[in-house]
């Protein structure tokens, strides 16, 4: 495994900041999610959002073995595992890319507005959207990849951007198509979904990443 920078420091307003705006984002999301359970008595959002929160638990697994590191110094800690600190912001960061955001996709497919061809444009603005935030958060060093990684841009490999986006959308069109099975106390199961799907992505599609990084001496040419 490539070496940990355990001594970097996070930038402290823009990790401040990451907060505030994450926040807001899942509080947003919350009250529409609220919103929809009252109307259509159905907590399905609800429980995708929280899946996102129980999505943060994977972050020092995915973290070790992609080589990404959350510094101590700079910002708060939620919690640590693997001797790997994870900040606050990270949960709220969770809840709402993997939570909010897969609730919403499953809003739009049960509405009968996303078919197709769409979902592939909606993936593709997911991927792009997380490599443009990424970038930005990167260049505050908010957190930092370290290692030998493949398709770095600036400072983001660009690897990252697919496991996260396909998790999104399997969890969403997952939750779409089960839903009429989930009926009930089934209904809560949909917590599983969003930790489900990234744990799938993240072994399938992050696989050949995570190798070239933790196996020693691999030339660059192979890692890229």
Same mark, same amino acid.
């Given at each position: 495994?490539?070496?940990?920078p355990?001594?970097? &420091?996070a930038?402290? =307003?823009?990790?401040?900041?990451?907060?505030?705006? %994450?926040? #807001?984002?899942?509080? =947003?999301?919350?009250?529409?999610?609220?919103?929809?359970a009252?109307?259509?008595?159905?907590? %399905?959002?609800?429980y995708?959002?929280?899946?996102?929160?129980?999505t943060?638990?994977?972050?020092?697994? /995915?973290d070790?073995?992609?080589?990404?590191?959350?510094?101590?110094?700079?910002?708060?800690?939620?919690? =640590?595992? &693997?001797?790997?600190?994870?900040?606050?912001?990270?949960?709220?960061?969770?809840?709402?890319?993997?939570?909010?955001?897969?609730?919403?996709?499953?809003?739009?497919?049960?509405?009968?507005?996303?078919?197709g061809?769409?979902?592939?444009?909606?993936?593709?603005?997911? #991927?792009?959207?997380?490599?443009?935030?990424? =970038?930005?958060?990167?260049?505050?060093?908010?957190?930092?990849?370290?290692?030998?990684?493949?398709?770095?841009?600036f400072?983001?490999?660009?690897?990252?951007?697919?496991? $996260?986006?396909?998790? #999104?959308?399997?969890?969403?069109?997952?939750?779409?198509?089960l839903?009429?099975?989930?009926?009930?106390?089934?209904?809560?199961?949909?917590?599983?979904?969003?930790?489900?799907?990234?744990?799938?992505?993240? /072994?399938?599609?992050?696989m050949?990443a995570?190798?070239?990084? $933790?196996?020693?001496? #691999?030339?660059?040419? /192979?890692?890229?």
């Open positions: 495994m490539p070496p940990i355990a001594e970097a &420091l930038q402290q =307003t823009a990790s401040a900041i990451l907060l505030a705006v %994450l926040a #807001v984002l899942v509080g =947003t999301a919350l009250i529409f999610a609220m919103g929809f009252w109307r259509r008595r159905d907590l %399905l959002p609800l995708l959002i929280a899946g996102g929160l129980l943060f638990l994977m972050e020092p697994i /995915v070790m073995l992609g080589a990404c590191w959350h510094p101590a110094i700079g910002q708060w800690t939620a919690y =640590t595992f &693997l001797d790997r600190p994870m900040p606050v912001w990270l949960g709220f960061a969770y809840t709402w890319y993997f939570g909010a955001q897969t609730a919403l996709c499953w809003y739009l497919l049960d509405r009968g507005k996303l078919r061809k769409q979902l592939w444009v909606l993936w593709a603005a997911m #991927v792009i959207s997380d490599i443009v935030l990424e =970038t930005v958060a990167l260049a505050f060093d908010v957190w930092i990849y370290y290692g030998q990684q493949p398709l770095l841009l400072k983001f490999p660009l690897w990252w951007a697919a496991p $996260n986006s396909t998790a #999104v959308i399997l969890a969403a069109v997952l939750a779409y198509k839903g009429p099975w989930m009926a009930g106390r089934w209904r809560t199961a949909a917590i599983l979904l969003p930790i489900g799907c990234y744990g799938l992505t993240s /072994v399938t599609i992050g050949p995570f190798l070239v990084l $933790n196996i020693p001496d #691999v030339p660059m040419a /192979v890692t890229q």
